[in-house]
Nanobody, 124 residues
Framework: QVQLVESGGGLVQPGGSLRLSCAAS????????MGWFRQAPGKEREFVVG????????YYANSVKGRFTISRDNAKNTVTLQIDSLKPEDTAVYYC?????????????????WGQGTQVTVSS
């Protein structure tokens, strides 16, 4: 089992940057693929980015490619989401997720472990 705690959200102007972190507890962090999802008011939760347990493969939603970068440090049990060129439509609660590694040709599929979320607001 793994517990996830996000941090790093906040209010930022359009065009700005944020770095979100997800700290995981448990000895098995390195066996999980990790992902970030987001949920805007009145909308369903959507996939943003994912990374395999080894960090060898990454997955990005089309809407964030080139602006969002996911990375992980298995020694520190953390996964980081660097967000650049923020847009107002990026405003949402961002959730960290732990899942099984996707098949080689598959997509990231959310697992059962979620953090509590961190609010990102992009506004001038």
């Amino acid at each position: 089992q793994v517990q996830l705690v996000e941090s790093g959200g906040g209010l930022v102007q359009p065009g700005g940057s944020l770095r979100l972190s997800c700290a995981a507890s448990g000895r098995t962090f390195s066996s999980y693929a990790m992902g970030w999802f987001r949920q805007a008011p009145g909308k369903e939760r959507e996939f943003v980015v994912g990374i395999t347990s080894s960090g060898g493969r990454k997955y990005y939603a089309n809407s964030v490619k080139g602006r969002f970068t996911i990375s992980r440090d298995n020694a520190k049990n953390t996964v980081t989401l660097q967000i650049d060129s923020l847009k107002p439509e990026d405003t949402a609660v961002y959730y960290c997720n732990a899942a099984q590694d996707p098949p080689f040709s598959g997509s990231y599929y959310p697992g059962d472990y979620w953090g509590q979320g961190t609010q990102v607001t992009v506004s001038s």
